[in-house]
């Protein structure tokens, strides 16, 4: 029931964006181009549970610049106050460690590896433009924005514990929607300020995601741009696999882009 529905949701997008892009085409303003890539240096910690049995797992910032690769590509096309948006992030993240869960007669070891793939299409507009000041200036901007996001994942967990091993994980593919809010708020002719979020699941695919996205943009030339902020992210689904198992994770840290639009 899920898939079917998420892939209502996919055809209802493309559906909708196939009709903003023929008004947008009927406007005067040029095609604007952006393309840009970056990463994420965070913490991971969240807990699986399968079988009734749970299994936490913590993947702090050092073990980061060890053990991660990390990919993260986007491009949007821009018209009037339409922009039609496609993001892809690729992480890789593998710990190793002991830790003595209350209860337990010896110390358990953990080895997680884990794996997931986001790939995001979109629809955003403007819903509203004007000055927060009596400067003279750039507006401030608060887009909306919907979409569909694809999320592939895998975990493997090995366990030893009192010279006995266990191993499981599980890999996993589902569809939701997302709705999202952009704020871009001037601070000069250089430095923005961008607030960024967006919520997604709502039971189709997964329970829920999420996202949270301040930063600060500078704006090197009529080309270029960097941004450096800090990011949270959420994701829970209750139904993975055939063994009803749970995945419940959050993850935080700095990030980083590059920009080049034409």
Partial sequence: ????????????????????????????DEWRWRVGTGGMLGDLTGEWIVGGFELPFEIDASDVVEHATGLNLNASASKGKDTYFLNICLLNLEDSGTTQPAGAASPVHLAVSFTQNLYEVGWDRNLWAGPLTSKPGPPT???GSIGARVTTLDLDVDVDYAAVSHSGGFSESWVEP?????????LDRRWAFIAKGD???F?????ATWHALPSLVYTIDQHFSVTAG????????????DRDATLDYQSKGPTFSVIYGW
């Fill in 230 to 241: 800090y990011g949270w992210f959420g994701l829970r689904n209750d139904d993975l696999g």
């Fill in 199 to 201: 919520y997604g699941g």
């Fill in 1 to 28: 029931m899920g898939s079917r529905l998420g892939i209502a949701a996919v055809a209802a997008l493309i559906a909708g964006l196939v009709v903003c892009s023929a008004a947008s085409a009927q406007g005067q």
């Fill in 141 to 143: 901007l608060i887009n």
């Fill in 178 to 186: 997302f709705v999202g809010v952009t704020a871009v708020i001037p």
């Fill in 203 to 207: 039971g189709i695919g997964s329970e």
